[in-house]
Structures are given as C-alpha cells and as structure tokens.
C-alpha cells in the first residue's frame, strides 16, 4: 500500500463554446493529468488545470510542483498513514493549490480502492446524486437569453449567470432578458467574478430585488481581497451573498466567518489544495452555520468527478456547480462521473471510478 509512482501529462481540450467571465475567455481547456500508482499497481488519478487569474498557476509551474518538488516527498510512504501524506503534501511548499489539488485527489481515488468502497461512501457517504447548474457566459443580453433558453431546453433547471462587465444596467439588463425568457421558475444564481466595487454590487443586486428579479445568490461581487467591501454588501442585501475567490485555505474562511462577511462558501479544490482541506474548511464553516457549493475551475471529468464525490458526501454542501466537462468537445474520461442532463450520478466501482484517461502524444 505504498506510493510507488507520480507521473504527470497535459492535455488540451476545446471548448463547444467560448467560456466568458469577468475575469477571462477560454476557449480551450488545459491541464494538467497526474497519475499515482502503488506499489500494487492500482492507479489514482488527478488533475491541475492552470487557472493563471485565480490561483496564479500555470501549467509549467504545477507541473514543476509536483515532479520536483511533491514527488519526492511521498515516494515511498504508505496510504494506511493517509495523515502523513497530507502534512508533507502542503506543507512541501506554499501556495500551488492545484498542484496539490491534483495530487490530493489522486490520493483519495487510491484510498477509495484499498476500502473497496466509492469516493463519495469512503467520505460520508451522505448523498447519491447531485443536480448542477449550468453556466451562461458573459455576453449581450439577447445572446445570453438564447443560451440561457437552448441550457433550460436540455434539462438544466438552474442558471449560473455571469456578471460583472461593462456598467450595473447592463448587468441588469442581461438578467432581465434572461428572465423574461426563461420564465420564472427557473432558478437564476449570479457570479460577478470580482467585478463589481462594494457600492455597485449594493446597487445592482438590490434593483434585481426591488424588480422581483429573483436571484438565488450572488458569487463574489468584489474583489477578492476586499473583504470590509464583501462584507458591506452582505449587510446591505437581502439576497445571499457567495465568497469564492476570497476562500482559498482555512484561514481565509476562518477571517470570512469571524467577520461574518459572506453567507455562503463556494470550496473549490483548485483552491483548497484538494479533498483534505476542503472537508476542512466545509466543516468549520457548518460549526459558524455557514452552508457550502463545491464548484470548479475549467476542468475534465477527472477534477469535477473528485469534486462531486466530496460534495455528495457532506450534509452541509448544498450548492453544486459541475458542468465543465458539458462545455468541452470531448471526453477524455472512461468511468468516473455519470451525467443525464442536470442530474450527476456516481457508478459502483470504488474510489472516482475513472478506467481510464486518453492522454495525448506521450506530454510527459
Ligand atoms: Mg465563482
């Protein structure tokens, strides 16, 4: 039951339609695939992809990461002292939280094979299946009303709305095309993606709530750092208000809590550093009463099947923010994550149940 091999790849996917935030367009998915094997032969698999504007990495410097300096740390020691392996794992260097992430996840996936048991059971086993929401882009308002319609269509009952560019009336705007197309049954919920300043966002959010706009919550409406801002606009809204790119580690949820400046927490693995500190983190937010989504980066099924898995587990993860792999031109997964519409459901087979990863042109 020791670690016997770490090895990474890259892989490259497109994307069906460009992915637009207020922070980035992609049109292409990296990342990078890492693959642990014991010294029995069982195989783990993670995954990194380099989200430079959020977590600073890139797909060299994760690569880097854990080749020459994670790697070595945990050759050789065994999966029953699980403990062990994650206090070398973050304390090897700081920051780097997809790198870790992909490494972590790895981890877990193994630990779920030696007990022979799914991911999601191996942690809690509290859920078997999760809805998720389907990301509009960021565009014009009619563009975005005919995707919203086209995501309602395919079975998708809640909208993730991205905001944040240009001026608040556009912003409200492009929710109320959105809204008259789609009805009002149809949940909407909005990330800003640190787009607006403290007064705007009031302002913004609190015309949707005087319009009947309806929005479920709004996802870090300022920058991250800004935290009194993040914390103004929880105090002045009646709608609830997401800390995403504010909550990194621990400690950043910590100050969040203390400063009662958020309502919820979105926990992503690229930002937690994996499965480890995320459990961390959703459980002290549940002691300070605070709810929890798991979301992710542009990933392949590989990073959101690990993410799923942690997110059916817990009683406190609520929300569910799974659709990259939908936005991509192609599976690079066998196993893993099973999808029918909206609706994401886990197979039998043990740890993240993934087969099999097609990787690219020996990108080692
Ligand atoms: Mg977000």
């Not at 007064?199 to 920058?223: C, H, S, W, Y």
């Not at 606009?233 to 504010?246: F, G, L, Y």
């Not at 919820?264 to 459980?283: D, E, F, P, V």
Request: contains cysteine.
């Amino acid at each position: 039951m020791k670690i016997q091999a770490i090895e990474t790849f890259y892989v490259a996917v497109p994307l069906t339609k460009p992915f637009k935030t207020a922070l980035r367009t992609v049109t292409t998915a990296f990342s990078v695939v890492v693959k642990v094997t014991s010294d029995e032969g069982k195989v783990g698999y993670g995954e990194a992809p380099p989200t430079h504007v959020i977590t600073g990495e890139s797909l060299e410097s994760i690569q880097y990461a854990i080749n020459e300096i994670i790697s070595p740390q945990l050759i050789g020691l065994s999966l029953l002292e699980k403990e062990i392996i994650f206090q070398k794992l973050h304390k090897a260097l700081v920051r780097n939280t997809s790198a870790k992430a992909a490494v972590d996840m790895a981890i877990f996936d193994l630990l779920g094979q030696y007990a022979e048991l799914p991911l999601y059971q191996y942690l809690g086993g509290y859920r078997n299946s999760l809805t998720t929401d389907f990301t509009v882009s960021v565009n014009e308002p009619a563009e975005m009303a005919e995707d919203a319609e086209r995501y309602v269509r395919e079975g998708f009952q809640i909208l993730k709305v991205k905001v944040g560019i240009g001026t608040i009336q556009e912003d409200i705007e492009r929710i109320e095309a959105i809204r008259r197309r789609v009805g009002k049954d149809i949940k909407i919920r909005l990330d800003a993606n640190q787009g607006w300043n403290a007064k705007e966002a009031v302002r913004a959010i609190g015309t949707m709530e005087d319009t009947g706009l309806n929005i479920e919550f709004v996802e870090q409406p300022v920058p991250a750092e800004d935290l009194e801002g993040l914390k103004y606009v929880t105090e002045r809204t009646a709608t609830p208000i997401m800390a995403d790119e504010s909550v990194f580690s621990i400690y950043d949820a910590k100050r969040v809590l203390e400063m009662r400046a958020a309502d919820l927490i979105n926990i992503k693995l690229m930002k937690s550093g994996g499965i480890y500190q995320a459990l961390k983190i959703n459980t002290l937010a549940e002691a300070n009463d605070i709810t929890c989504m798991v979301g992710s980066m542009i990933e392949t099924k590989i990073g959101i099947t690990a993410a799923a898995h942690l997110a059916a587990s817990q009683p406190n993860i609520l929300f569910y923010d799974f659709d990259a792999p939908l936005m991509l031109a192609e599976d690079i997964v066998t196993g893993g994550i099973i999808y029918q519409a909206s609706t994401m459901t886990f197979s039998k087979s043990y740890g993240l149940g993934i087969a099999s990863v097609k990787i690219g042109e020996g990108q080692k």
